[in-house]
């Protein structure tokens, strides 16, 4: 079972869950574009250049660091360094990021967590969803970038620290982050193009824009077995059922065409777990283990990989019916 990462909040921001009407698009599960503190957070934080531990070994981007006790007394504001400048793209508040990051204790440098140990962190850079300090100090970041960030308690775990990690209500937390990926509702898989040459099965266009991949469905009856074939095939690591993806998709009906839910040009992402989406629809699950992160994929899910004679209640999706899906598998994590 993948280790969930001490920042994150309980509910990541952006969740799908297949389980809803319509085209997905309510304004109810979308990602708000510019979020506000609510009236209980701590205004933002005024940023300043240090004081910063030094970084004494694996100081090459990608390397695990090892950071130097902090030395006197914090700064009261946010302490953010570009230590490293990359020349990606540059990271905007709600993007989701993939990074990989050390975390320790200013006062005793103490490590309490760090992802070198696993595997890369992918959340979202969103009130909510991710400790503040992250959130402002990594706006306006460039991926390729390492960043080094001093973060008081107003700004990571507050008043109650962390009792988890062993973080107590007064320490100010440092951070070092190697910023790898970035993705948007405007991203998409990008993998090379693998030929469609089966007529008996929809056809998926293969635009790289973050727009809506349009499906082109045949007249023919629809598949009895589960179909999970590259449109675009990635090169990253293949996803496994102890991983959640970060991704867009769509779901149609083979019959008749209608989409019933989808991210493409609805202003968020979709993350969800392998192991619980195979609690809702066991073909999409089965259709993503296996393949590879950065591929956009098509699965046409039979009945009895599906909702069967139970579909969700305000779906609209019939009984008995088969489904279409493309997923763009942006990340796994």
């Known amino acids: 079972m993948r280790r969930r990462s001490l920042l994150m909040a309980a509910v990541p921001a952006g969740l799908v869950t297949l389980a809803g009407c319509g085209d997905g698009d309510s304004k109810s599960s979308k990602a708000s574009a510019s979020p506000s503190?609510?009236?209980?957070?701590?205004?933002?934080p005024k940023i300043v250049e240090g004081p910063l531990p030094a970084i004494t070994a694996g100081t090459k981007f990608g390397e695990k660091p090892t950071?130097?006790?902090?030395?006197?007394?914090?700064?009261?504001d946010l302490a953010v360094k570009t230590v490293i400048a990359g020349n990606g793209r540059t990271v905007a508040e709600n993007d989701f990021i993939k990074a990989n990051y050390v975390g320790q204790i200013w006062s005793s440098g103490k490590v309490f967590d760090s992802s070198y140990d696993r595997s890369p962190l992918v959340l979202q850079l969103a009130q909510g969803s991710i400790i503040d300090g992250w959130r402002y100090a990594l706006t306006g970041k460039k991926i390729g970038s390492r960043v080094e960030i001093a973060v008081p308690p107003t700004w990571g775990y507050g008043p109650s620290g962390n009792e988890q990690a062993g973080i107590k209500g007064t320490d100010t937390l440092v951070f070092v982050i190697d910023l790898l990926d970035s993705f948007n509702t405007k991203?998409?898989?990008?993998?090379?193009?693998?030929?469609?040459?089966?007529?008996?099965?929809?056809?998926?266009?293969?635009?790289?824009d973050g727009s809506l991949p349009k499906v082109t469905l045949p007249k023919s009856d629809p598949p009895k077995k589960l179909v999970s074939n590259y449109v675009l095939e990635g090169d990253g690591d293949e996803v496994t059922k102890k991983q959640a993806i970060l991704c867009q998709f769509q779901g149609l009906e083979w019959q008749g065409g209608r989409t019933f839910q989808k991210t493409y040009g609805s202003g968020r992402l979709s993350q969800f777990s392998v192991e619980q989406m195979e609690q809702v629809v066991k073909g999409l699950a089965?259709?993503?283990?296996?393949?590879?992160?950065?591929?956009?994929?098509?699965?046409?899910?039979?009945?009895?990989?599906?909702?069967?004679?139970n579909p969700p209640s305000g779906s609209g999706i019939k009984k008995g019916a088969t489904l279409v899906f493309t997923v763009d598998i942006l990340a796994a994590m």
Do not use: C
Request: charged share 20%; net charge positive.
């Open 67 to 76: 950071v130097a006790k902090g030395s006197g007394d914090p700064s009261k």
């Open 37 to 44: 503190p609510s009236a209980s957070s701590p205004p933002p």
């Open 286 to 309: 089965q259709g993503v283990t296996g393949k590879k992160v950065g591929s956009r994929v098509l699965i046409v899910v039979p009945p009895d990989l599906g909702y069967g004679d």
């Open 187 to 208: 991203s998409s898989a990008k993998g090379k193009e693998v030929p469609q040459t089966d007529a008996a099965l929809p056809k998926v266009a293969t635009n790289t």
